[in-house]
Structure formats: C-alpha cells, structure tokens
C-alpha cells in the first residue's frame, strides 16, 4: 500500500483545491455530503468537479443549519463510492490544497479510501490554515471567512464545498501575491 501524502509548505502554482462537507465533524462516525474540487494551473481555474453525496442516513439538523445541505437535496446523488471515485480521477495526482484539510478533510478522505477501494491517498497537500497561521500572525483568527476578509474577497456562500475552494484558491494565490515564496 502507498504512503500517505506530506504536507507541504509552499506555494505551488498548479493544484487542485478542494473541500467537503460533511453530516458532523467526527471523521470517525460521520459522512461525506457534498465533494468539490478547483483545478488550478499557473494561478487560473482551469476546471471545476462538485457533487452532493447520498450518505444512506438522516442528515443531522446541526449539519443542515451550517452548510444549507438537506435529506431532500442528496436523495437522488450519488452515494460516496461513484462519487470519491469521481473525485479521485478529477484530482489525480495533484497537490491538493484546502483550509484545515490536514486535521478535517484529508481524514474523511483517507477513510473513505481505504474503506471502499483498500487504497491509500499518496498526494502532497497545502493546508492554508498552516500556511496562514505563519504567514499572517498579525490576524486575531485564521478561519476561511477571515483570511477572505483580510484579502478583500466576498466569502459569500461560505459553508458550501464549492464556493470555498473559490475562496480557498483565491487566498492561496492573494497571499502567495503578498507575501512571497513564504506561502
């Protein structure tokens, strides 16, 4: 079985940024709901994949209230194996970038993958909160609608897989822009 991927710290020019959300935060017990990823090549979105995912159960209320996403919305998308199946070829063996994906995504995904396909996801990864955090300590906080902010971006839509890795790659970029080779 492959290796896990390393998370790396510096800015790349070509990667796919992605995010999830999911039924609740344990990547234990909990469920993918929506899977989506941005393509970027030398900085410009190149392509886009976005799903909702049937997860076979209730989606908790608490769930719903963050991310808008209901029982009735995934009834009729596909379940988690076409849909990671989907994902993985979209992102192949690209750096994958994402804000808190070390200690949130990147588990649900190691564990879907391993689960469904007794496989290991061996990309490098870029986690902006990391990348933040050192990058721009003068920030009181360093959640996804604050770097946005800081970068004069709209975070609008925030909590839905898609619109956050818009955000996601444009923060990526911004701070690369203003900061250097240090992100």
């Known amino acids: 079985m492959r290796e896990k991927g ?4 510096q800015y790349v020019p ?9 039924t609740g935060i344990s990547a234990n017990m909990d469920d993918i709901i929506e899977i989506s990823a941005v393509k970027v090549k030398g900085g410009i979105v190149q392509d886009t994949f976005s799903t909702l ?5 209730h989606i908790p209320a608490q769930a719903t209230k963050v991310n808008g996403i209901t029982d009735q919305m995934v009834s ?11 994902f993985l070829r979209f992102v192949g063996e690209d750096i994958l970038v994402g ?20 496989e290991t996801v061996s990309n490098d990864f870029i986690d902006t ?6 990058c721009l300590p003068e920030l009181k906080h360093h ?26 790659s444009y923060t990526h970029l911004r701070a690369h822009e203003t900061r250097g080779n240090l992100v």
Do not use: W
């Not at 390393?6 to 710290?9: P, Q, Y």
């Not at 009729?76 to 989907?86: D, H, Y």
């Not at 800081?150 to 890795?165: Q, V």
């Open 53 to 57: 995912v049937n997860p076979g159960r």
């Open 6 to 9: 390393n998370r790396l710290v």
């Open 14 to 22: 070509d990667y796919t940024v992605f995010d999830l959300e999911t």
């Open 143 to 168: 959640r996804l609608t604050d770097l946005a902010e800081h970068f004069g971006i709209s975070s609008k839509g925030a909590h839905r897989a898609l619109n956050d890795c818009v955000t996601v």
């Open 129 to 134: 909160l990391y990348m933040a955090r050192k």
């Open 99 to 118: 804000h808190n994906i070390q200690s949130f995504d990147m588990k649900f995904i190691y564990r879907e993958v391993e689960e469904l396909f007794q």
């Open 76 to 86: 009729e998308a596909p379940l988690i194996r076409e849909a990671m199946t989907e």
